[in-house]
């Protein structure tokens, strides 16, 4: 059995893979640096391209809500 966890902020995504079984300490280690390496790569975009993808994740948040 493998685990594959994506984690996206926007459309900067991190993606882990891996086929080992796993305990739960171990699934919560790679959780922990999905969260990081994604963090990591949004904090090395320059300052406006960070703030274009908090804009464009709430505008397709505020259209998700308005075709409601």
Known sequence: MG???SMSIGA??????TDQD???D?????LT????ST???YM???QEERMRVIYDVFSSRDEDEDDD
């Not at 900067?12 to 893979?17: I, N, P």
């Not at 171990?26 to 790679?30: P, T, V």
């Not at 640096?33 to 990081?36: G, L, N, Q, S």
């Open 33 to 36: 640096r999905a969260v990081k």
């Open 26 to 30: 171990a699934i919560e280690s790679i």
């Open 12 to 17: 900067l995504q991190t993606e882990l893979d």
């Open 22 to 24: 796993l305990s739960f």
């Open 44 to 46: 090395s975009l320059p």
């Open 3 to 5: 685990l594959t966890i």
């Open 39 to 41: 963090l990591d790569a």
